[in-house]
């Protein structure tokens, strides 16, 4: 799905595979917005399906989004997970959130300024010209077991947080676990959802981060999945995306990368979504 938006943030392609993702624009109190989220879910279609309905048109009926967004965007998570949460009677998704959920990355425009609200491995990043070098910029932080923050918060719940070591004798990802037994192994410190996760120290409370955006600076976004940053780091992915004229081609060629790089360590391959922003006058290529 290509989508052309006049001014800062003009081009944006989103490429699903296996996930959800999704662009609005609309306007409020004479303003234009742009909302460009994704959710990176286990059960697949209706964990998909129920917050692609949901988060958007509980964001933008926010009474503090016109003035507020970081606390709107807290807020809409927190609805739209407990909306989830309830029991299937009730419209939510009852037990199938007891050992499944998503990640979760919403990132909001308003003119030149750029808000992110982050909850899991997923991660957005900018593409930024320094010193005639372009150069990857992390906007949001991976929120990752081993963490010393999300450390510290789950084993203050009662959780552990260890790897497990694979046959070939090299440890995995940390991972989250209850006190006395070894479930569920959730390889992030916050998600939504992931019921069991919680009773651990898992947190839903998404990290909001800000931007300013600059068009002489900052050319384009990378919104993506963990399976995407699991083999590639940012740089990797910024210098791969620069060298397309189109965000399709840059889309389709780092999906094509992160498949590539799964195969070489491991016999499966992540579900991947990836998004490509162009920002401003910036059009890629050599």
């Given amino acids: ?11 944006i392609l989103v490429k699903p595979i296996r996930t959800s993702s999704t662009l609005q624009q609309m306007k409020k109190q004479d303003l234009y917005y742009l909302l460009l989220w994704m959710v990176m879910v286990n059960l697949v279609t209706k964990f998909q399906v129920f917050l692609k309905n949901l988060f958007s048109k509980t964001l933008f009926a926010e ?16 609805k739209s ?6 029991s299937n009677y009730q419209g939510g998704l009852g037990d199938q959130n007891e050992f499944s959920g998503t990640t979760f990355v919403a990132t909001v425009i308003r ?6 609200a982050n ?8 593409g930024v010209k320094e010193n005639g ?23 203050a719940a009662g959780g552990r947080v260890f790897a497990v070591r694979y046959d070939d004798g090299i440890d995995g990802p940390a991972r989250v676990w209850l006190a006395h037994a070894d479930i569920p192994g959730l390889a992030m410190s916050r998600s939504l959802g ?8 898992v947190s839903s409370e998404p990290e909001i981060f800000e931007l300013e955006l600059q068009e002489e600076e900052h050319c384009f976004l990378v919104s993506a999945s963990d399976g995407l940053w699991e083999f590639m780091t940012s740089q990797e992915v910024v210098d791969m995306a620069a060298k397309y004229n189109s965000t399709e081609d840059a889309v389709n060629e780092l999906i094509k990368e992160a498949k590539t790089r799964w195969l070489r360590e491991e016999e499966v391959i992540d579900d991947t979504t990836v998004v ?3 920002i401003g006058a910036w059009r890629g290529g050599n």
């Fill in 1 to 11: 799905m290509e989508n052309q938006k006049k001014g800062m943030l003009h081009t």
């Fill in 133 to 155: 070098t372009l150069v990857a910029k992390d906007v949001s932080e991976d929120h990752k077991p081993d963490a010393p923050a999300e450390k510290a918060r789950i084993q």
């Fill in 119 to 126: 909850c899991g491995d997923s991660r957005l990043i900018v």
């Fill in 63 to 78: 009474p503090s989004f016109a003035d507020d967004v970081p606390a709107a965007l807290r807020e809409a998570v927190r």
């Fill in 81 to 86: 997970e407990a909306a989830m949460l309830k």
């Fill in 276 to 278: 490509v922003a162009c």
């Fill in 111 to 116: 003119g030149n300024m750029l808000w992110c």
């Fill in 194 to 201: 992931d019921k069991v996760a919680h009773t651990a120290g």
